[in-house]
Nanobody
């Protein structure tokens, strides 16, 4: 069983930056894929990015490339999502989720993941 805890959300002004963290614990993490997803008010959940823990290979949603960077610190069992040039439309709950084999993560399919965090709220407003 893998537990995921997100942190780092908060209120930030447009144009600012934020780094979200997803701390993973439980079973061995080497074979996991971990993804970031978000859900804005009144909108469907969408995938942001996925990373394979073993070697750091990443996948991004087309609309997320450029301002979003997913990374991992294996020593800390933590995956990060760096968000730059924040816009009001980035306001959302951000969730991390983990998957053993990656078949859902690489396609950023939230429903196919195996383990889920509870999310952290990012609010972009002046």
């Amino acid at each position: 069983q893998v537990q995921l805890v997100e942190s780092g959300g908060g209120l930030v002004q447009p144009g600012g930056s934020l780094r979200l963290s997803c701390a993973a614990s439980g079973a061995a993490l080497d074979n996991l894929h971990i993804g970031w997803f978000r859900q804005a008010p009144g909108k469907e959940r969408e995938g942001v990015a996925c990373i394979r823990i073993r070697d750091g290979v990443t996948v991004y949603a087309d609309s997320m490339e450029g301002r979003f960077t997913i990374s991992r610190n294996n020593a800390k069992d933590t995956v990060y999502l760096q968000i730059n040039s924040l816009k009001p439309e980035d306001t959302a709950f951000y969730y991390c989720a983990a998957e053993r084999y990656g078949s859902s993560c690489v396609f950023l399919r939230y429903s196919g993941m195996d383990y889920y965090g509870k999310g952290t709220l990012v609010t972009v407003s002046s």
